[in-house]
């Protein structure tokens, strides 16, 4: 019984010597999604939905869903922008996102695909793989 407790005490200690189970949080996602949508809005609800690792555990993909509550110049802005051919192409995917029946609405709701990369001062999201998808 002893032996047993001594080689549950040891796995133990190496998980949190290195991290066993270590992801980011859903703290942490709401962070990155708001490095992407601060400017036009303040990001809420974010909920984990699902998540896996990959490249050797030095990758975590999370998926989420969140919703984004419209600054009312960023509304102004994306409004006058949706009229504009050029402009409207560059918001669209925001557009699509806070669109209901054609109006645009003050909170938007949308789910991500976030990719994070595990470093030595902990995860770092990889901008330019995740995608934002309705």
Do not use: H
């Amino acid at each position: 019984m002893l032996l047993k407790l001594r080689k549950i005490a040891t796995v133990l200690s190496l998980c949190l010597i290195f991290s066993c189970g270590d992801k980011p949080s859903v703290d942490d996602a709401k962070k990155a999604l708001n490095d992407v949508f601060g400017e036009i809005g303040k990001v809420k609800d974010v909920e984990k939905l699902n998540g896996w690792f990959e490249d050797n555990n030095n990758r975590y993909v999370m998926e989420v869903k969140y919703k984004i509550e419209l600054d009312k110049e960023a509304k102004k802005e994306l409004k006058s922008a949706s009229r504009n051919v050029f402009a409207a192409l560059m918001v669209q995917p925001i557009l699509r996102i806070c669109s209901k029946n054609g109006k645009l609405s003050d909170t938007c709701e949308g789910k991500a695909k976030l990719v994070f990369r595990k470093t030595e001062k902990g995860w770092t999201i990889i901008n330019n793989k995740s995608q934002y998808v309705e």
